[in-house]
C-alpha cells in the first residue's frame, strides 16, 4: 500500500513570496490534515478535511494560508505572503474515516529567508 | 497553551531495559491519545493508541497507561532495542477532532 505523498521535500523562498505544498493521502483515506512542525516543537493541527470539506480549521492563519481538497482526494496548502516565522516542517497525513490513527507523509522542509 | 506536555526532552537508556516516556495533558475532554515515533527526515509513524476508556494498551513491546485522574499517560517500551532510538511524540485528541501534539522525547537506546 503506498503511503501519503508529498511534494516539493524541500523549498527555500524569500519573505514575501508564495509558496504552495501538494499531497496526494493514502487510497480510501477519506479524512486530511496538514500541519506545521517547527524545528523544536510538535506538530500543530492547522486544518482537518472529510473528504473535500473543512472538519477544523481553527489554528490556520487565514490571513496567509490557504488550503483546498477538491474532489476530495488531493490537497494543496498555499502560503501567501510568506513571513520569516513559517519556516518549518509541513506535514500532511490521513485517516480513515472514524479512525483517530494517522498515517503521516515525509514533509516538506520550508525555508523562509 | 500547551494543552499537551512532554516535560523530558531527552531520554538515554541501555539496551535490554525498560523505557517510559511520559505525557501530561490538561483538557478533560480528550478521549483518544496515541503516540507516535519519528525518525530524521520521516513523518511521525503511528505506534499504539489507548482510548480514555481504558487505561491499558498493549502491542508487542509496547504498552500506553493512562491514568485519568492524574491527566498522564505513558509509553513502556520492554525491552528497549537500538531501532527504538526516535523522537516520541504523544498526541491526544476530542472526538476524533482537535488533535494536539506534545513536543516529543528523544529515546537513545544505548547498545
Known amino acids: 500500500e503506498a503511503g501519503v505523498a508529498q511534494s516539493p521535500r524541500y523549498k527555500i523562498i524569500e519573505k514575501r513570496q508564495s509558496v504552495a505544498f501538494w499531497c496526494n493521502p493514502i487510497?480510501?483515506?477519506?479524512?486530511l490534515y496538514w500541519y506545521q512542525q517547527i524545528l523544536g516543537q510538535g506538530p500543530k493541527l492547522l486544518i482537518q478535511f472529510q473528504n473535500n470539506g473543512v472538519v477544523d480549521d481553527s489554528q490556520l492563519p487565514k490571513d496567509r494560508f490557504s488550503a483546498e481538497r477538491l474532489k476530495g482526494v488531493d490537497s494543496t496548502l498555499k502560503i501567501q505572503p510568506a513571513k520569516l516565522e513559517d519556516s518549518a516542517v509541513y506535514l500532511c497525513a490521513s485517516s480513515l474515516t472514524g479512525l483517530p490513527e494517522q498515517y503521516f507523509g515525509p514533509g516538506t522542509r520550508l525555508t523562509v529567508t | 497553551d500547551q494543552q499537551v506536555k512532554q516535560n523530558s526532552p531527552s531520554l538515554s537508556v541501555q539496551e535490554g531495559r525498560i523505557s517510559i516516556l511520559n505525557c501530561d495533558y490538561t483538557?478533560?475532554?480528550?478521549?483518544?491519545f496515541l503516540w507516535y515515533k519519528k525518525y530524521p527526515a520521516e513523518g511521525p509513524t503511528f505506534l499504539i493508541s489507548i482510548s480514555s476508556i481504558k487505561d491499558k494498551n498493549e502491542d508487542g513491546r509496547f504498552t500506553v497507561f493512562l491514568n485519568k485522574s492524574a491527566k498522564h499517560l505513558s509509553l513502556h517500551i520492554v525491552p528497549s532495542q537500538p531501532g527504538d532510538s526516535a523522537v516520541y511524540f504523544c498526541a491526544a485528541s476530542v472526538g476524533g477532532n482537535q488533535f494536539y501534539f506534545g513536543t516529543g522525547t528523544s529515546l537513545t537506546v544505548i547498545p
Open positions: 487510497s480510501g483515506h477519506a479524512t
Open positions: 483538557n478533560s475532554m480528550f478521549d483518544y
